[in-house]
DNA sequence: CATGAATGAGCGTTCATTCAT
DNA sequence: CATGAATGAACGCTCATTCAT
């Protein structure tokens, strides 16, 4: 890769940026792409050169983020510790991402309602693997006896929404930080599993 | 309330169901005056002579969803019987509702973003009450002992994020039925508490 | 069909009138929604009630002229009088029918170029019976023995392409009259079947 | 003319004779620079170093057609031969140009419509000299007695409508060769001028 | 000279809202 | 009361054109 072409993935990466900041200040519905624009201080036209329309754009933002926290998540599965640990990792994890990402990472949750079929199809397969990657985590934990749990798909659906709601209402400046957030949500979690 | 007010209200009545099956159906961005008028074989014109603008409409199916299910609530806690018994209730409640009124259930998570200071007001009110009410059973099970959990809000949000979850993948022709659903996830987010 | 309907269907066609006249003078591409309403003292938005888009209302504007134009040349083939007879007539018509509506009637020429499949393959359907009915003129001809011509195909594509020409140079305040025009054309064509 | 200019030169005849093909492919409202540029395997902004904007580009690609065109008629005008050979020569080389040039021998027909009246002016000068000489091929004819016509700018007229029409319906691959229908079309056209 | 990048004006389309009848 | 009709602001997108490098 030239220094050009780095150039111009360097500025799809800012678009990238922005535009997620932005969607998750207004939802996706209301940002504009006039709105994603201002905030570079581009005008929309040039949007354009980047990528080919919205729908385009916003797969991105998704794709980028579901690829950084599948790679976390197949990491932690390699890590040589207890089934238990492995999923307080996990979730501390997804709770990040859903605290940094906000709107991006929830849009997610209904591909085919935003995306047609091409990208739709993408983002369920990455989001099928990150749920099967829990959904290892806890049968191993079964296998190994440290889990007891007979609806698996269930109590995975459960950590997850859970964990997403964090969104909801987490803020920088509230009663607890973020690691004691992360720290009180993977202990309790970690009850439903044992 | 004479005839002609009856009349209206519950004309009112007609229109606020509708239009949440179809926001329901379609979400609420993508639902146009038009959509709704059409579910109620009516012209979009005469919907304004109910309610004075898109935001009012939505508003009353909020309002009205979240009355109702407060007065489940309430009559939950004057319950006589357990605190598990009574938490396990107000989560079946509480997914029963989710499930059923999905999209206008899950926009009253952000009314900032969606309603105008005036409305949005309104909402969060009736949000603060919903969580007042399941702090309270928790407070109570912990004060009879049988609930051990010492931070509260966190338990409180964590078994509300899994229960509105449930919209996203919940549907009537899944692996289990509604009711098999309520139970497990009862169960599950009890042990949360313990 | 009752006055709302009366009054709808007739606006309707007051817009196919503007339209095909600002066509005429401006062209298909260069025609913007914005110049059609502006005819008419509307807004672009308007037009949009009664037709779905720029497409469907370009395609109702082609369908009326040919519906019109196929009536006529169904009744001159119907017609007791020669083969000559008629197919003077038939290129008085379509002379007629190409200085009045001159672009919208050249467009139709290569209805793939301008419509989606649905839309051009009415045209075509039409086009084609037309070229049909000009065909058979021919073909009487021949076997009556008024007409002399091996193929009958190009002889129809000049007669109608040296028709079609006419809307390049005729003006009303032009050196010859319609009439003069029509009787010398329909003249010199026929020496092309004899 | 030194090296540079002529590379210039060279330069600019290449981008035209692409932005012919490509127009004729698309039609000229369709064809964007980008389009054009791609063909040239250039960036559409070069293009902008050897024409000032699309529509000189396009002036020139209809400029350099015309003047070969109207070379070649200036010198069947001169052949030694019978004003029947000389009009079939000139309806066939008619042909031959409609066919291969299509879009952009077809533009030339409203140029007021498409080009600022600067450009508008020169084509209109070609054109009328266009017209001249056939109209000077018809006018010897006759006075030598070969030709009878008393409406000649009509024939005339009919002539080269019927000719230009070709675009609409030849195809290479079509049920005739070309040769064969510039044959065809030189004989029946020129019935109308005996 | 050529290019990558940016711009801005304009177009087709949607839709909440208004209002005369 | 209800409706048909109209409006206008906004949005996604295209593309000819410009310009620093």
């Not at 050009?4 to 998750?24: C, G, Q």
């Not at 932690?76 to 991402?97: N, P, V, Y």
């Not at 964990?163 to 930080?177: H, R, T």
Request: charged share 30%; glycine share 4%.
């Amino acid at each position: 890769m030239n220094l050009r072409e780095r150039k111009t993935a360097k500025k799809k990466e800012d678009i990238l940026r922005s535009a997620s900041l932005v969607i998750s200040r207004k939802g996706f519905r209301q940002t504009t792409m006039e709105d994603i624009a201002a905030e570079l201080l581009m005008t929309k036209g040039s949007l354009y050169y980047y990528f080919k329309n919205k729908e385009e754009l916003l797969f991105y933002c998704h794709e980028q983020i579901l690829t950084t926290v599948l790679d976390k998540l197949r990491k932690i599965k390699q890590q040589d510790s207890s089934s238990s640990e492995k999923m307080k990792a996990a979730i501390k994890i997804h709770l990040d991402t859903a605290i940094r990402e906000r709107e991006i990472f929830n849009l997610a949750v209904k591909p085919e309602q935003i995306f047609s079929s091409d990208y739709a199809d993408v983002i369920v397969q990455k989001l099928d693997e990150y749920a099967e990657l829990f959904d290892q985590l806890i049968l191993h934990g079964v296998q190994k006896g440290e889990f007891s749990v007979s609806q698996k798909k269930m109590a995975r659906m459960i950590i997850l929404g859970a964990a997403n709601w964090i969104q909801v209402w987490y803020s920088p400046e509230g009663e607890f930080s973020k690691e004691e957030i992360e720290q009180v949500y993977a202990d309790y979690l970690l009850k439903i599993l044992t």
